[in-house]
Each structure stands twice: as structure tokens, then as C-alpha cells.
């Protein structure tokens, strides 16, 4: 069982930053893959970056030139870097990891971000 640990989240004004950190309780280095998501108050959760067990990133076209997903293998730990933050970034935000032949899911508890207009 994989364990993951969001932080970071919080009130910012449009137009400002935050960073969003995973912790997980196992090695991502052998993670299939790694990825942010974020649910609004009545959407469905939308996936908003990834990154694959080589290193290749990708964004959701929402975020993309905005956000950036990197990770620390050292630490176990894979951020989200938010800039240029819009009130429609206002979410609560899940990290998502995959791992194993099976491909299996596990997911954080989340963490929240507010963006004020």
C-alpha cells in the first residue's frame, strides 16, 4: 500500500504562486507514473500534469506554460509548481500515483487552493 501526502495548498490572489508537494511512502523512482489532479465544487476530477517513470512530462492544455510538475527521487516527493494563478484554478488538488505490472492507483487526501479574483 502506497501512501501519499499532499501539502502546500492555500489562498492566494490571482496572478500569485504556490507550490504543491507529494510525499510518498515508497520509492517513485519505481513508480509507472505520477500525476497531479484537481476536482472543483460540483466538476469532476480533471487530471493537470503528469510525469512518467522516465521523466517525460505532460499538462493539461489549462495549465500548460503556467504549471510544472517535477520531482525530488532523493525524497520521494513530486511538486506542482502553480504561476499566473486564476480564480478558476480554485480546487482541491490530488496526487495520483501508479504503480506496479497492475497498474494500480493510489491517491493523496488532497489539498486545497483558493485563488481570489
Known amino acids: 500500500q502506497v501512501q501519499l501526502m499532499e501539502s502546500g495548498g492555500g489562498l492566494v490572489q490571482a496572478g500569485g504562486s504556490l507550490r504543491l508537494s507529494c510525499a510518498a511512502s515508497?520509492?517513485?523512482?519505481?513508480?509507472?507514473?505520477m500525476g497531479w489532479y484537481r476536482q472543483a465544487p460540483g466538476n469532476q476530477r480533471e487530471w493537470v500534469a503528469s510525469?512518467?517513470?522516465?521523466?517525460?512530462?505532460n499538462y493539461a492544455d489549462s495549465v500548460k506554460g503556467r504549471f510544472t510538475i517535477s520531482r525530488d527521487i532523493a525524497k520521494n516527493t513530486v511538486y506542482l509548481q502553480m504561476n499566473s494563478l486564476k480564480p478558476e484554478d480554485t480546487a482541491a488538488y490530488y496526487c495520483?500515483?501508479?504503480?506496479?505490472?497492475?497498474?494500480?492507483?493510489?491517491w493523496g487526501q488532497g489539498t486545497s487552493v483558493t485563488v481570489s479574483s
Open positions: 495520483k500515483a501508479n504503480y506496479g505490472s497492475r497498474r494500480i492507483d493510489y
Open positions: 515508497q520509492s517513485i523512482f519505481s513508480a509507472n507514473a
Open positions: 510525469i512518467a517513470g522516465g521523466g517525460r512530462v
